[in-house]
Antibody, heavy 119, light 108 residues
Framework: EVQLVESGGGLIQPGGSLRLSCAAS????????MSWVRQAPGKGLEWVSV???????YYADSVKGRFTISRDNSKNTLYLQMNSLRAEDTAVYYC?????????????WGQGTTVTVSS | DIQMTQSPSSLSASVGDRVTITCQAS??????LNWYQQKPGKAPKLLIY???NLETGVPSRFSGSGSGTDFTFTISSLQPEDIATYYC??????????FGQGTKLEIK
């Protein structure tokens, strides 16, 4: 079964760091377009970051310089390292991938992990 | 960065109605557009990719059209289970691959 399972969310103080993990099964992380998307409470979806199969990475302006996306091919896992966290980073974070026929349509999503930045 | 303007932000319709949502890109994105459905407390679900291609397993009452800067998402006959928020997303060229603001669909 094709699946993504996120972990690593929690309550963190402003300025702190957190690393989110997204374990994949049923497909290979390194062969696919892998993204992080977040949703602040009561708000819409916000694209955060992507890593392409070739290894290129991109970030939303709101997180550039603070977040780093990476993958561990041996563990078939995607990561999001989040530093210098701010209150506005509070959100449910989803990892997602384009696995099927759509090159950049994200057809596999994790269940989401909640990050709360608060003192 | 490309901005996506989605309208309306909310919509109330009756079961059986034809429902239309529009999405406008700030520049030409060819057909590089996805549509997602999100139900409360759940992850989004891909419905349409490349502006008009129906994702496998998605009911045929859902459809998408458009190219360039103007796109339309249609539900031909609204069903109770279609109550959700719908988002467009562009993926033209390099990221960021921005989402529209969302359209919350309710039953009248």
């Amino acid at each position: 079964e094709v699946q993504l399972v996120e972990s690593g969310g929690g309550l963190i103080q402003p300025g702190g760091s957190l690393r989110l993990s997204c374990a994949a099964s049923g497909f290979t992380v390194s062969s696919n377009y892998m993204s992080w998307v977040r949703q602040a409470p009561g708000k819409g979806l916000e694209w955060v970051s992507v890593i392409y199969s070739g290894g290129s990475t991109y970030y939303a302006d709101s997180v550039k310089g603070r977040f780093t996306i990476s993958r561990d091919n041996s563990k078939n896992t995607l990561y999001l390292q989040m530093n210098s966290l701010r209150a506005e980073d509070t959100a449910v974070y989803y990892c997602a991938s384009a696995v099927g026929a759509a090159n950049y349509g994200m057809d596999v999503w994790g269940q989401g992990t909640t990050v709360t930045v608060s003192s | 960065d490309i901005q996506m303007t989605q309208s309306p932000s909310s919509l109330s319709a009756s079961v059986g109605d034809r429902v239309t949502i529009t999405c406008q890109a700030s520049q030409d994105i060819s057909n590089y557009l996805n549509w997602y459905q999100q139900k409360p407390g759940k992850a989004p679900k891909l419905l349409i990719y490349d502006a008009s291609n129906l994702e496998t397993g998605v009911p045929s009452r859902f459809s998408g059209s458009g190219s360039g800067t103007d796109f339309t998402f249609t539900i031909s006959s609204l069903q109770p289970e279609d109550i959700a928020t719908y988002y467009c997303q562009q993926y033209d060229n390099l990221p960021p691959h921005t989402f529209g603001q969302g359209t919350k669909l309710e039953i009248k």
